[in-house]
């Protein structure tokens, strides 16, 4: 059995090096930059820039695989995010961040769907679940480690920058070794936002929303934490807890949306994010486990709602359709995470740093109120023609092409309920 899956062992463990690699960078620019005095709207900016480059990969990279073939893709993939990761380090410039960040959002989109497609391609029927699954171990693993690495040197020097450029080397080594054939050529991307509104209005509201609070968070997050005083150890822990926190309350959360209507799940979660979201903001936590505490509470819940609504979404969408709106929903999450960072460092700047839960309360409530006005629009799906929910990280380090690795992207199509037809 171990032999079977030997191939798919060597890919994780280039996606190991590449997510470590991506969380560290990710997490050291705000941190360095707020350090050097960068203003709060170009830090988020960076984000922003991630965010616009990682969706353009998505469109653009499956044609390079095309020409070129999937290890040199690759390849030059990860080799462009080292050099960006060293660039960044060598030459601080806030204007010079925000380009390259750019360009490291467009190599991790075309590293990811190549490994998810290579891990796609090497997957059987009977083990792609367990693929699945691994895959999600490796992707949640290997951010947070990436993240805690930053504890681990000084901000205020080059090291943890070579230290990014090394992890993104390493992960060429596994798939350049491996003896895994490559795979079909990628499948291009498509976004057709009339037809995922059409299927579900309050999955496609909520992926969108969510993206714009996640992308704020995940970008500005660790400017909150360095400019309410707490240790950069405290800083990547945060960052790491609140990732950790909502992968540990996927289950619990997604079996009881198996069991009512999901909306009401999805709105009571988004409230309550919303209400952790302003809590902080008037208590104002500057303690450390206090900080820890209650932004963890607030992670529980924020990174659950993705995974929420595409279930949601696929309990309308006919057995066929389940790749093409997935990947739209992915998409249009993505867009989210453009707009965040935007709406958050502003807040920040004029108010004072718990601005930043402003920014995530907004979206949040605004995802309740509109969820609980379709309730009153529409029924829900029988329980006994739902699908069963999965779980599905709500990070920007998977692309649509991981949405062929999950299990459901193999069924035939069955003959649909009328009630099923019907958006929610």
């Known amino acids: 059995m171990f032999m079977s899956f030997r191939p798919v062992l060597s890919l994780l463990w280039g996606t190991a090096f590449l997510l470590a690699g991506s969380g560290l960078h990710g997490l050291i620019l705000p941190l360095r930059g707020q350090a050097e005095g960068f203003s709060t709207t170009a830090l988020g900016l960076l984000g922003t820039a991630w965010a616009i480059g990682f969706v353009a990969g998505c469109y653009l990279a499956p044609r390079l695989v095309r020409k070129v073939g999937h290890v040199r893709a690759y390849g030059a993939f990860a080799a462009s995010a080292s050099i960006v990761a060293l660039m ?57 480690a990436g993240q805690m690495v930053v504890a681990s040197a000084d901000i205020g020097n080059g090291s943890l920058f070579m230290m990014a450029g090394i992890l993104f080397c390493a992960s060429l080594i596994p798939t350049a070794i491996s003896s895994a054939m490559a795979p079909k050529p990628l499948q291009s991307v498509s976004l057709d936002i009339k037809g995922l509104y059409r299927n579900s209005p309050v999955a496609s509201a909520a992926c969108l929303l969510v993206g714009i609070a996640n992308g704020a968070w995940g970008t500005l997050g ?37 069991r009512m209507d999901r909306r009401y799940v999805l709105a009571g979660a988004a409230a309550g994010c919303g209400v952790i979201a302003l809590l902080i903001f008037v208590a104002m936590p500057r303690n450390g486990i206090a900080v820890l505490v209650m932004t963890a509470a607030y992670g529980m819940l924020a990174y659950t709602l993705y995974s929420i609504a595409v279930a949601h979404a696929n309990d309308h969408a006919s057995p066929e359709d389940f790749v093409k709106v997935s990947g739209g929903l992915l998409l249009l999450y993505g867009f989210g995470t453009m707009i965040g ?19 995530t309360a907004l979206p949040h409530f605004v995802l309740a109120g509109y969820t609980l006005l379709r309730i009153s629009r529409r029924a829900p799906v029988p329980i006994e023609d739902r699908e069963a929910f999965k779980t599905l990280p709500s990070e ?29």
């Open 88 to 144: 960044t380090g060598i030459w601080i410039n806030e204007y010079a961040w925000i380009i390259l960040r750019a360009f490291t959002g467009f190599a991790m989109a075309g590293a990811f769907m190549v490994i998810e497609s290579w891990l796609n391609e090497r997957s059987t029927n009977e083990n792609r679940g367990t693929v699945f699954g691994l895959y999600m171990m490796v992707t949640y693993a290997s951010i947070m």
């Open 222 to 258: 660790a400017v909150y934490g360095a400019r309410i005083g707490i240790s950069t150890f405290e800083i990547a822990l945060m960052m790491s807890l609140v990732v950790l926190a909502g992968a540990l309350a996927q289950m619990p959360v997604g079996r009881l949306s198996d």
């Open 341 to 359: 960072p935007v709406l958050g460092a502003p807040l920040m700047d004029y108010l004072r740093p718990e601005s930043l839960f402003l920014a």
């Open 396 to 424: 920007r380090a998977v692309t649509p092409q991981a949405v062929l690795l999950d299990p459901r992207s193999d069924m035939e199509p069955v003959d649909q309920p009328e009630e099923r037809q019907d958006a929610a």
